[in-house]
Nanobody, 118 residues
């Protein structure tokens, strides 16, 4: 059974930082592409950043230069370091894992709320 459990969200002032973590189990983590998505109230879910099994990364333009995605294969954990946060970053953040056979995001965590006050 695949489980993705996010943590690290919270309330932070604009300009502050947070580090999100996603603990994964039930998947071959080192072989799995992972991603962070977010969904703000009233908006569609959007990709924030993704990282391949080999460490290649991609960032949405809105977070490039401020957020860093990384993975700790030894601990089966995905991270998202978020710096210079602004109120537009307020959203529920979700961890996602690709299914190896289809290479699509098939597994999702429950989300962790990030709220940035101005």
């Amino acid at each position: 059974q695949v489980q993705l459990v996010e943590s690290g969200g919270g309330l932070v002032q604009a300009g502050g930082s947070l580090r999100l973590s996603c603990a994964a189990s039930g998947i071959n983590f080192s072989l799995t592409g992972m991603g962070w998505y977010r969904q703000a109230s009233g908006k569609e879910r959007e990709l924030v950043a993704r990282i391949s099994s080999t460490g290649s990364t991609y960032y949405a333009d809105s977070v490039k230069g401020r957020f860093t995605i990384s993975r700790g294969n030894a601990g089966n954990t995905l991270y998202l370091q978020m710096n210079s946060l602004n109120p537009e970053d307020t959203a529920m953040y979700y961890c996602a894992a690709r299914r190896l056979t289809t290479n699509t995001y098939a597994y999702w965590g429950q989300g962790t709320q990030v709220t940035v006050s101005s």
